[in-house]
């Protein structure tokens, strides 16, 4: 089941270093309507900023699910957005973040906080190793112009594979 996981996977490459502070991660991202920023590099009076959220995978039983997705923008909602979260597994292996779950894409703009869901099903065995799982949000903003952010939350440490 893992290979199979392995080769259905997209992979994205990280080093393990680079992994999330505790809590809840966030990105905020910035578009105008004008498409450009201001002389000085600040953003212009008809921009808008949006932030995404990454939340800490849950597992209970033998599902866990990634919850993310846009948070909030300011000062109102960009024209249209969107964000989906998925579930990655750390193969220690090659050093790279595997995606094994991801949610429907979300096409609702904030307020109120807009979420999507991964679910994957896992077996627990308590002689394997723990392996490390996240949750990653993937989103974009349009205003004028279209912004992207690239989240991913706390690390969750479980025996499940």
Same mark, same amino acid.
């Given at each position: 089941? !893992? !290979?199979?996981?392995? =080769? ?6 990280? /080093?393990?270093?680079? #992994? &999330?502070? $505790?809590?809840?991660? %966030? ?10 920023? *201001? ?15 990454? %939340? ?8 866990? +699910? ?12 960009? =024209?249209? @957005?969107?964000?989906?979260? #998925?579930? #990655?597994?750390?193969?220690?292996? $090659?050093?790279?973040?595997? *995606?094994? !779950? ?6 609702? @703009? &904030? $307020? &109120?906080?807009? *979420?999507? *869901?991964? /679910?994957? /099903? @896992? ?5 394997? $190793? ?11 903003? =349009?205003?004028? #112009? +279209?912004?992207? /952010? ?9 025996? @499940?594979?």
């Amino acid at each position: 089941m !893992a !290979a199979a996981l392995l =080769f259905a996977a997209r992979a994205q490459t990280v /080093a393990a270093a680079d #992994e &999330p502070a $505790p809590g809840p991660i %966030e990105q905020t991202i910035h578009a105008s309507a004008g498409g450009a920023t *201001t002389p000085d590099g600040s953003m212009p009076d008809d921009s808008v900023s949006c932030t995404f959220r990454a %939340e800490k995978p849950n597992y209970s039983g033998s599902k866990m +699910t990634g919850v993310g997705g846009i948070k909030s923008c300011t000062p109102h909602a960009p =024209f249209s @957005c969107n964000s989906e979260s #998925e579930i #990655e597994w750390y193969n220690p292996g $090659p050093g790279r973040w595997l *995606t094994v !779950a991801q949610s429907n894409t979300q096409h609702q @703009c &904030p $307020p &109120p906080y807009r *979420t999507t *869901t991964a /679910a994957y /099903a @896992c077996e627990y065995r308590s002689s394997d $190793p723990l392996y490390s799982y996240r949750t990653r949000v993937i989103g974009s903003i =349009f205003y004028g #112009e +279209t912004q992207s /952010a690239d989240v991913s939350g706390q690390i969750l440490q479980v025996r @499940c594979l």
